[in-house]
């Protein structure tokens, strides 16, 4: 290879979930993946990906040196969880991003709700990876992210805004709550660009070359797993969950409508099943995805869906199917009120059969807004350049 065409070679860091269950955290980073790519070609540059699972806090240690990682960690652990505690556990988390590989042009945080301070490492991950890249000045792009959770007068907080504004980030997007990031994530006198982007998986479908079977009859209902109010909420909805669900799926059976059980590839989403299958008297077939591929190609096959994840709502935009989301978290309605579609949720308390199939009907009686959609569609591949800006594609 000669000195142009390794000039023409870029390596970027890339972080999100790429291992993780949930197909759709994982088609975010394939889908800027794909749209940096796209970028950098018609700039001449190939770009090649370093992906790093923000889940994993062994990236590249050697053997001997995770043993005393771990050490160190189960220590910590043992610790107060206050604001000197995380100092600790971010340097940690600095010394294996050491590893990195030394020809990176810079790091880019791929998107989805990685801004999550309650119950994932991410934002701990993130703050590393910031400060490994500000120590060998490399730029970082924080790119369409969800916030959630968040205590911005907690010690704690103040110890991830100070990562979250160093040097190093040259661009900083969030795909639904620009104020709260400018006014509670961005110091005083920052230069750092800011802006709203949606989130980059609604352009999954075009990127992938992947369009929806326009004569589908089939109406796709997504689960979502029992627990999943209790660990937000601390209310115990199951038995209220699998009542709506129960209630929907008769009714359909009611109206003559076919039907399918999917998930966006979490396995603990599933069950429910064995309850619905004793109440419905019948065995239950669920969809299941195995890489965002399948994920798209599976929403591609309905007619509609009605869903309580929001990746599987975003992937039925994608597509041009029409969804109806069950709205567990607030994120929800925002993407729904995004993509012009604002009445497109229900409460659960609010999710009768009648209610949502009402909503599904609706849905499909009009097409997505192509103005709005080509709007966003912009807005997405304008950050996109920005990103490669940044990162001297």
Not at 321 to 340: D, M, R, S, Y
């Amino acid at each position: 290879m000669n000195d142009n065409e390794k000039r023409r070679t870029k390596r970027v860091a890339i972080a999100g979930l790429p291992c993780d269950s949930n197909q759709g955290d994982v088609l975010i980073l394939q889908t800027v993946e794909l749209l940096l790519q796209r970028e950098a070609a018609r700039r001449g540059v190939e770009v090649k990906y370093e992906e790093l699972n923000l889940r994993d806090e062994n990236y590249g240690m050697p053997t001997w040196q995770y043993v005393g990682f771990l050490v160190k960690n189960k220590l910590r652990r043992m610790l107060p969880q206050n604001a000197l505690n995380l100092r600790w556990q971010i340097a940690m988390q600095m010394e294996a991003y050491r590893h990195l590989p030394q020809d990176l042009c810079g790091a880019v945080v791929a998107g989805g709700g990685l801004m999550h301070f309650r119950f994932h490492p991410y934002v701990m991950q993130i703050s590393a990876l910031v400060g490994a890249c500000n120590r060998r000045q490399l730029p970082v792009v924080i790119n369409s992210v969800g916030i959630e959770e968040y205590a911005p007068r907690s010690k704690r907080f103040a110890v991830y805004k100070r990562y979250l504004n160093l040097p190093a980030v040259k661009r900083f997007t969030v795909r639904d709550n620009l104020e709260a990031l400018r006014r509670d994530f961005v110091a005083e006198g920052s230069t750092m660009e800011t802006d709203l982007v949606p989130d980059n998986a609604i352009l999954a479908a075009q990127m992938m070359g992947i369009e929806r079977q326009e004569d589908s009859q089939l109406v796709g209902v997504g689960l979502v797993r029992s627990n999943i109010y209790d660990e937000y909420y601390g209310e115990r909805r199951a038995p209220l969950l699998t009542d709506r669900y129960e209630a929907l799926l008769r009714q359909l059976d009611a109206e003559g409508t076919p039907w399918e059980l999917f998930t966006t590839g979490v396995e603990t989403d599933n069950d429910l099943v064995p309850e619905l299958e004793r109440r419905l008297g019948r065995r239950l077939t669920v969809r299941t995805p195995q890489t965002p591929r399948q994920l798209v190609e599976l929403i591609a096959t309905y007619q509609g869906i009605i869903a309580a994840r929001m990746h599987a709502c975003i992937t039925a935009y994608s597509l041009g199917v029409p969804f109806v989301a069950i709205a567990w978290l607030q994120k929800i309605p925002k993407f729904c009120e995004l993509v012009g579609r604002p009445t497109m949720h229900v409460k659960l308390e609010d999710a009768t059969p009648d209610r949502l199939l009402a909503l599904l009907r609706e849905a499909m009686a009009t097409d997505y807004d192509a103005a709005l959609r080509t709007q966003l569609t912009h807005k997405i591949e304008e950050n996109i350049r920005r990103m490669a800006d940044c990162l001297s594609l």
